[in-house]
């Protein structure tokens, strides 16, 4: 095992490829960006109308480093989620990427912003509601009660599908190009038809759609779930390929059922899931997926499997688009060629449990940024 240490260089460049332009975020109050972007297509409500419509915050749907998200009702009936943000997020960077990259999208796999509340520290985010939750509870085996809760492989592929669709959708189908930087099951949102949507904007960054390579300070994302070379720059540009990384780390959770980093595996190899899963398909051994029931179902697993290997590339310029990885999981099996083995290898000691563990930024020089990287001996 080969551990090379990176160290991110101080960005040359000053100008960062953003919606508000030159100034630092912590110059912009929120009510100068509402103000100077116009009238927004958003009903801005009260935090009096926040209380209101959660009953007092009584029923309390998850929880996050943001803050909580609670169910809700509107005047007309309508379900809500209402995502209220800590008092202490400061300059309200998060809100402002949120309300400013969500309020210009209109598709069926991006969850859709009905309003916002900003008054004073009082921050929220008012979305339609998704009755079957997060996507992770229906992929981790932790999280299942019963084995026939585990969805099955068909829908698992008609979901990844339809989350690319809006992958697609954020980096090409908007007037602006739109990357996301934190993909990850928890972030999916399911409705009553196990419908995807993409949820959760605030690390959200918005650049010209001719902008192939972007600037940024810091990390941010997932541990998990980051791509190379947001962490460091000598694996290349940050681009949305990264986007294309992090949805390949979230497909391969969905085939195995688990995290792709797992601290209690038996042996080292098994550790870093997509180290086993591709020495696994190399060797055309049986991946012992749970529900695969029929050759139909083992095809779906290894299209999903040989199609994420290819968006966790440690080289961007080697990850397909994501119009090309819905062409990938429609086609045929036999077209799909197994892709080299990642550069990127299992950490030579037990790690945290990184999918919730979220970099919201990091300083513009940081001396110590690991990354593991190798291959088996």
Request: aromatic share 10%.
């Amino acid at each position: 095992m080969v551990t090379i240490w990176c160290f991110r260089k101080k960005l040359s460049s000053n100008r960062i490829i953003h919606f508000w332009k030159q100034e630092s975020l912590s110059n912009i109050p929120v009510e100068a960006f509402l103000r100077n972007n116009g009238p927004l297509a958003l009903r801005r409500y009260s935090y009096s109308d926040i209380k209101k419509m959660t009953n007092f915050f009584t029923d309390k749907l998850g929880q996050g480093g943001y803050g909580g998200v609670y169910k809700g009702k509107l005047p007309d009936g309508s379900l809500v989620a209402v995502k209220v943000l800590k008092e202490s997020r400061g300059n309200g960077e998060e809100f402002i990427n949120e309300v400013a990259s969500i309020s210009r999208t209109s598709h069926v796999n991006i969850v859709t912003l009905m309003g916002f509340c900003f008054e004073g520290s009082k921050r929220g985010l008012i979305y339609e509601f998704m009755p079957n939750g997060s996507l992770d509870k229906f992929i981790y085996k932790q999280n299942l009660l019963r084995d026939d809760q585990r969805l099955e492989w068909e829908v698992l592929q008609n979901i990844a599908v339809e989350i690319a669709r809006g992958l697609e959708y954020l980096h090409r189908g908007c007037n602006t190009r739109i990357l996301h930087f934190d993909i990850k099951p928890h972030n999916i949102l399911l409705d009553e038809n196990l419908c995807p949507k993409i949820s959760d904007f605030g690390l959200a960054k918005i650049c010209p759609r001719e902008e192939s390579i972007i600037s940024m300070l810091g990390a941010r994302g997932t541990i998990g779930y980051i791509a190379p070379e947001v962490f460091c720059r000598n694996f290349g540009g940050v681009s949305h390929k990264s986007d294309v990384y992090s949805y390949g780390m979230m497909v391969l959770e969905m085939v195995g059922g688990r995290k792709n980093i797992d601290a209690e595996a038996d042996q080292t190899s098994e550790i870093f899931f997509p180290h086993w899963i591709y020495k696994r398909l190399e060797l055309e051994k049986e991946l012992g997926h749970l529900g695969i029931m029929n050759e139909t179902d083992r095809e779906s697993a290894r299209r999903m499997i040989i199609v994420s290997l290819w968006c966790i590339q440690t080289d961007p310029s080697n990850r397909p688009s994501m119009r090309r990885v819905i062409e990938m999981l429609e086609g045929t099996l036999e077209s799909l060629q197994i892709p080299p083995k990642p550069f990127l290898s299992s950490p030579s000691r037990s790690p945290i449990d990184s999918a919730s563990t979220t970099v919201r930024s990091l300083p513009n020089e940081d001396p110590g940024l690991s990354l593991f990287i190798g291959s088996e001996p």
